[in-house]
């Protein structure tokens, strides 16, 4: 797991590998850069007789997605993303595993659809049944509100609106927030919001590395306005598209 790459560069030290004829591949971070020598475990995706099919998708560790699908025959080959998706040997044994999720900034049609899918693949694909939810945004990590997640508090979520861990803006003080991390034993962070979010996601990242700790932090980009690089389109984009043709159809009758 590694955190997302649309935070600033200059907030981070972005890994970047460069090959023959314009290859340039722009990585994530990854706790195995400061930690070497972890050991591996096979994927619970394996033995899951549920997502049997998976076993053909793995992929494979130098998969790469271009930045420009289209390019001139005679140009560099541009630069590559690494490609997401489940590998064959993960970092965690599923026991191991304590996750938290926080939901951070302005509200999104959909939070807690994504919220729900977290949990029930954390726990139906992987055996993780761990998971915490920080209340209230970043602040919440050392407010200590913290909610239990389980499939079943989860079940029906996607049918309310907002999130149901709250959230909040600011409240952003990296210290406070790791050393949260560090004496819950939180090993996975998932953290959901936009552009700032990612970039407070990205400082965390910084923090954790420092520390040597063996903590996966991943950033899930969230935002109507769909200004986040890299990806098509963050969920909550195309209410937001209804939503103004709406009016705009109405101001027009």
């Known amino acids: 797991?590694?955190?997302?790459?649309?935070?600033?560069?200059?907030?981070?030290?972005?890994?970047?590998?460069?090959?023959?004829?314009?290859?340039?591949?722009e990585d994530v971070p990854h706790f195995i850069d400061y930690i070497p020598d972890?050991?591996?475990?096979?994927?619970?995706?394996?033995?899951?007789?549920?997502?049997?099919?998976?076993?053909?998708?793995?992929?494979?560790?130098d998969d790469t997605v271009p930045q420009k699908i289209v390019v001139h025959k005679d140009t560099p080959r541009g630069v590559h993303f690494r490609r997401a998706g489940p590998?064959?040997?993960?970092?965690?044994?599923?026991?191991?595993?304590?996750?938290?999720?926080?939901?951070?900034?302005?509200?999104?049609?959909?939070?807690?659809?994504?919220?729900?899918?977290?949990?029930?693949?954390?726990?139906?694909m992987y055996g993780v049944n761990k998971?915490?939810?920080?209340?209230?945004g970043y602040r919440g990590f050392y407010s200590k509100n913290t909610i239990t997640l389980t499939p079943k508090t989860v079940n029906d979520i996607h049918k309310r609106g907002g999130t149901i861990l709250g959230t909040s803006r600011g409240g952003h003080e990296?210290?406070?927030i790791v050393d949260s991390i560090q004496d819950r034993g939180i090993n996975q962070v998932y953290i959901i919001g936009g552009d700032g979010t990612q970039k407070g996601a990205a400082v965390i990242y910084e923090e954790i590395r420092k520390r040597g700790l063996k903590v996966a932090v991943a950033g899930i980009p969230k935002t109507i306005?769909?200004?986040?690089?890299?990806?098509?389109?963050?969920?909550?984009?195309?209410?937001?598209?209804?939503?103004?043709?709406?009016?705009?159809n109405a101001g027009a009758c």
Do not use: W
């Open 174 to 176: 990296t210290m406070k």
């Open 87 to 124: 590998r064959q040997k993960v970092y965690f044994a599923s026991d191991e595993v304590q996750a938290c999720i926080v939901t951070c900034g302005g509200l999104c049609p959909g939070l807690n659809t994504v919220i729900r899918e977290i949990v029930h693949s954390l726990d139906c």
């Open 225 to 248: 306005d769909n200004d986040i690089p890299v990806i098509d389109k963050s969920f909550g984009f195309d209410t937001a598209v209804e939503e103004a043709q709406r009016a705009i």
């Open 38 to 61: 972890l050991p591996t475990y096979p994927n619970p995706l394996r033995s899951n007789p549920a997502y049997s099919v998976v076993k053909q998708y793995f992929v494979d560790m």
């Open 1 to 25: 797991m590694a955190i997302s790459s649309t935070g600033s560069q200059n907030d981070y030290q972005m890994k970047v590998v460069k090959g023959e004829f314009g290859y340039v591949l």
């Open 131 to 136: 998971v915490l939810g920080i209340d209230g």
